[in-house]
């Protein structure tokens, strides 16, 4: 994973981008609409490429940019969609479903607030460099009935909770935060593949140091749950209180994960 990491930091400082876009594929393609975000460079083309790409074409697309920084932007993107491709009453359905999952999730916690304090709770984009999820992740634990550890929750100009961006920190950042539950959730990466990258840092001392700090340690598919800010979060909030808390019935059940 430093690899990698190093990699990325060398690519984005020399081209500014990790991708080329494939401009005569989309002229072919014809899209009436074009999603984007432009939350984060890393994980995908960003807003002014796409933005310049529709400006050349005829009819020009519309581009919705999408770039949530919270559980409620994430839900009015399904809204924006929704609306922008003509199926408004299907996505407040769906809108409605998500809600009805976070308000479930919201009350079981509250009962368990009532008999001990919140569970510390970090949650790890990255491990080799360390890296802490920000935007979502600070409310998901919030509302998980957990309290967030290296990144505090703050508000927005909406009056939002939210995270800040994911952030590096150290081995000794972990240690003196005393976590009750560790969750990494490596971004881009399926279980399977950060199982292994766990095991290629099993007998690193800094690794050694922060399993033994933490009680509990989770691994889970930061890929396709955690990282991505769509209506999946919604399961990645089931999850975090149902692991967090030890209740089963509230974890999604095709949600890959592991206790170490």
Same mark, same amino acid.
């Given at each position: 994973?430093?690899?990698?990491?190093?990699?990325? =930091?060398?690519?984005?400082? !020399? *081209?500014?981008?990790?991708?080329? &876009? $494939?401009?005569?594929?989309? #002229?072919?393609? @014809?899209? /009436? =609409?074009?999603?984007?975000? !432009? *939350?984060?460079?890393?994980?995908? &083309? $960003?807003?002014?490429?796409? #933005?310049?790409? @529709?400006? /050349?074409?005829?009819?020009?697309?519309?581009?919705?940019?999408?770039?949530?920084?919270?559980?409620?932007?994430?839900?009015?993107?399904?809204?924006?969609?929704?609306?922008?491709?003509?199926?408004?009453?299907?996505?407040?359905?769906?809108?409605?479903?998500?809600?009805?999952?976070?308000?479930?999730?919201?009350?079981a916690v509250e009962q368990c607030a009532a008999k001990q304090p919140r569970l510390r709770v970090l949650c790890l984009d990255w491990i080799n460099p360390y890296i802490v999820g920000g935007h979502w992740m600070p409310q998901i634990v919030d509302w998980a009935g957990g309290v967030s550890l290296l990144s505090p929750l703050v508000t927005d100009a909406q009056g939002r909770l939210r995270g800040e961006g994911a952030k590096r920190v150290l081995s000794e950042d972990i240690v003196a935060?005393?976590?009750?539950?560790?969750?990494?959730?490596?971004?881009?990466?399926?279980?399977?593949?950060?199982?292994?990258?766990?095991?290629?840092?099993?007998?690193?001392?800094?690794?050694?140091?922060?399993?033994?700090?933490?009680?509990?340690?989770?691994?889970?598919?930061?890929?396709?749950?955690?990282?991505?800010?769509?209506?999946?979060?919604?399961?990645?909030?089931?999850?975090?209180?149902?692991?967090?808390?030890?209740?089963?019935?509230?974890?999604?059940?095709?949600?890959?994960?592991?206790?170490?």
């Open positions: 994973m430093a690899s990698v990491d190093k990699q990325v =930091v060398e690519k984005m400082k !020399d *081209l500014g981008t990790l991708y080329v &876009v $494939d401009k005569s594929r989309i #002229e072919a393609l @014809a899209p /009436d =609409v074009i999603l984007t975000q !432009d *939350l984060c460079r890393v994980c995908s &083309v $960003d807003l002014m490429t796409v #933005e310049r790409i @529709a400006q /050349d074409m005829h009819p020009r697309p519309a581009v919705l940019n999408l770039s949530p920084a919270c559980m409620e932007d994430m839900l009015d993107n399904v809204t924006e969609v929704g609306n922008a491709i003509g199926l408004s009453a299907q996505a407040a359905e769906c809108k409605r479903l998500l809600e009805a999952r976070i308000a479930r999730v919201r009350s935060a005393k976590p009750d539950i560790v969750i990494i959730a490596a971004c881009g990466l399926d279980l399977d593949t950060l199982r292994r990258e766990i095991d290629n840092i099993s007998d690193n001392s800094e690794w050694l140091a922060v399993r033994t700090a933490a009680p509990r340690v989770v691994i889970c598919d930061g890929h396709h749950y955690f990282n991505r800010p769509g209506p999946r979060l919604v399961d990645t909030l089931e999850f975090v209180a149902g692991i967090t808390h030890k209740i089963p019935a509230l974890i999604p059940p095709d949600l890959p994960f592991q206790e170490l």
